[in-house]
């Protein structure tokens, strides 16, 4: 990002409370920031709240996003991201987490964050999900370099290498299974008191060669980013190219809730064709929004169709065909 695009979009973040925007956009990742540029293209004044976390601030490259040829890593394509917002005088972003969010369509949400308040007319949520990591001592500097939670994001990469999949359930007995047709070097860990992997897919692990070691880690030994092995709490030592966690991630629900947003069975925001949730002037757009598909693709998609629907939303009757 250049010098005066940094400046300028600092010079537009903290003191954003004044007033009433149009829109509010709850979180900085690809979903978030897209809505944020499409929102300023119609003319929309818009706040993003943007933390710096999420899976778009780990050390993944993104292989699949369409023209990057050698891919891109999802830092720099969140900095790009945020520059092309830059560019925007409608757009301004704050760097403080929301903890709470109240109001209606009619008389507008309030937004509040560590007694800080805003004031909008559209909420969009852009709140992501947080994952279910396995958690030893500078786990966070393997995420996206040698651990990975995406076989469809980082599987073709990995192929022919020794990769350790962990979770303990039919979940990560498929993953293992998928990641089989890449590499016949597979084991599976659970990493959990229990085995919840069922019979019938404990039968395909056995008949693929799938050895399926119950015990959890102890420790992890690799550097710079890459990992080595992994050594048990029973003293076996797994020696890995790369470690695919398949233990779950939570959808960040919390704001979807205090709003009485409907939630989908499986916990992440239902939302409709044109990211609409329960709720009118509510959005919802990237991984928050479905148990699949968490892609980079999917969420910058959501983020411009729920940002469009929201503009059509504030559209004075008159400029409405229906």
């Known amino acids: 990002m250049s010098g005066n695009t940094t400046s300028a979009v600092r010079r537009r973040t903290e003191e954003a409370g004044a007033g009433t925007v149009d829109a509010a956009v709850v979180g900085g990742g690809p979903a978030g920031l897209s809505a944020a540029v499409y929102l300023a293209r119609y003319g929309r004044e818009v706040l993003v709240f943007d ?4 899976r778009s601030t780990h050390h993944q490259v993104n292989h699949n996003y369409l023209g990057f040829p050698d891919g891109i890593a999802t830092v720099d394509l969140r900095k790009l991201a945020t520059e092309q917002l830059g560019r925007y005088p ?18 507008g949400f309030t937004l509040r964050a560590q007694g800080h ?4 007319r559209t909420v969009l949520l852009a709140t992501g999900v947080l994952d279910h990591f396995p958690h030893f001592p500078h786990w966070e500097s393997y995420v996206g370099r ?15 290498r020794s990769i350790l999949v962990v979770g303990h359930t039919d979940a990560a007995a498929g993953e293992a299974m998928q990641l089989h047709s890449l590499t016949d070097r597979v084991r599976l860990l659970t990493n959990s008191r229990s ?12 008949s693929a060669g799938i050895e399926v070691v119950h015990d959890r880690i102890q420790e992890a030994q690799g550097a710079d980013g890459v990992l080595e092995a992994i050594v048990t709490r029973g003293g076996r030592r797994l020696a890995l190219d790369a470690l695919f966690s398949i ?9 979807a809730g205090q709003l009485g947003v409907r939630l989908a069975e499986s916990g992440y ?22 148990l699949h598909s ?12 729920a940002a469009s629907a929201a503009n059509y939303f504030l559209y004075p009757p008159e400029l409405k065909a229906d």
């Not at 992997?197 to 056995?206: A, G, K, V, W």
């Not at 779950?248 to 704001?255: R, S």
């Not at 409709?272 to 991984?287: F, I, L, M, P, R």
Request: aromatic fraction near 6%; hydrophobic fraction near 35%; glycine fraction near 12%.
């Open 294 to 305: 968490h892609q980079v693709t999917t969420a910058v998609h959501e983020g411009a169709q």
């Open 146 to 160: 040698s651990m990975f939670w995406c076989i469809t994001c980082d599987g073709y990469e990995n192929r022919g």
């Open 117 to 120: 308040s805003w004031r909008a």
């Open 51 to 54: 933390t710096g976390h999420g």
């Open 195 to 206: 085995d919840e992997i069922s019979p019938e897919f404990r039968r395909r692990l056995d």
């Open 90 to 107: 409608e757009a301004r972003v704050v760097h403080h987490q929301i903890t709470g969010i109240e109001g209606s369509a009619g008389d």
């Open 269 to 290: 925001i239902a939302v409709d064709s044109e990211q609409k949730t329960s709720v009118a002037g509510v959005y919802a757009a990237g991984d928050v929004t479905a």
């Open 247 to 255: 233990q779950g991630a939570t959808p960040e629900t919390l704001l």
